[in-house]
């Protein structure tokens, strides 16, 4: 039966440009680094952080498993994109949006 690890309490301050500082024991506990990812959700008076770095990593593995999956690549996914921004652009500026600046309206000028 695997031991619950050791509470760590403690408190911080949110400085001036509302960033707050976890100390070392709370970032070794949870595995946390600089560039570390935090998800965070208000709860009523409280505030949950839940360490997301191992779920992004599990999602970037999926994806990257699924592109070769496919056959995919990034820059497949590149061009794609590039045609729905401009769909997207179209539908909600109209050709003569585009026309004031000057660009085309095939596929690949928002490229």
Do not use: C
């Not at 997207?88 to 026309?99: K, N, Q, S, T």
């Amino acid at each position: 039966m695997a031991t619950e690890p050791a509470p760590v309490t403690g408190y911080t301050q949110l400085d001036e440009k509302g960033r707050l500082t976890l100390g070392k024991p709370l970032r070794q506990a949870l595995h946390l680094g600089a560039g570390s990812t935090l998800a965070w959700l208000n709860m009523g008076e409280a505030i949950m952080l839940v360490p997301v770095d191992a779920q992004l990593a599990g999602l970037m593995a999926d994806a990257a498993e699924a592109f070769a999956n496919a056959h995919l690549t990034l820059d497949h996914l590149d061009e794609e994109l590039a045609i729905i921004r401009e769909e997207v652009v179209m539908e909600h500026y109209g050709p003569d949006f585009l026309a004031t600046f000057g660009r085309a309206t095939d596929p690949t000028s928002l490229r």
